[in-house]
């Protein structure tokens, strides 16, 4: 059974950063990673993707110019770099697994999540 493992969650402050991991088991290699987020009474959406050679990476326009996302396959981690947090950032965050990439894309396996909290 394939496996993904977040870490690096937290409780932060406004404007703070924080680096979360995750971690992949060598069933997954050559699968694209998405990061995703759940807040308390909304939807999980679909925050950060990259692809599994690196070169190529989506964000949702929320995040987009304060996340960064990136990948090291030799120690099998996806890395979610996240600045300026702001309190709307408060959710659980996913990492999961697709075979391909590009919009739409299904994702198959899927971390147990590592909840970020940023006070204000």
């Known amino acids: 059974q394939v496996r993904l493992q977040e870490s690096g969650g937290g409780l932060v402050q406004t404007g703070d950063s924080l680096r979360l991991s995750c971690a992949f088991d060598?069933?997954?290699?050559?699968?694209?990673t998405g990061w995703f987020r759940q807040a308390p009474g909304k939807e999980r959406e679909e925050i950060s993707a990259?692809?599994?050679?690196?070169?190529?990476?989506f964000y949702t326009d929320s995040v987009r110019g304060r996340f960064t996302t990136s990948r090291d396959n030799a120690k099998r981690t996806v890395f979610l770099q996240m600045n300026s947090l702001k309190p709307e950032d408060t959710a659980v965050y996913y990492c999961?697994?697709?075979?391909?990439?590009?919009?739409?894309?299904?994702?198959?396996?899927w971390g147990q999540g590592t909840q970020v909290t940023v006070s204000s």
């Open positions: 999961a697994a697709a075979a391909g990439y590009g919009v739409g894309q299904r994702y198959d396996y």
């Open positions: 060598g069933g997954l290699n050559g699968y694209a």
């Open positions: 990259i692809n599994w050679s690196g070169t190529s990476t």
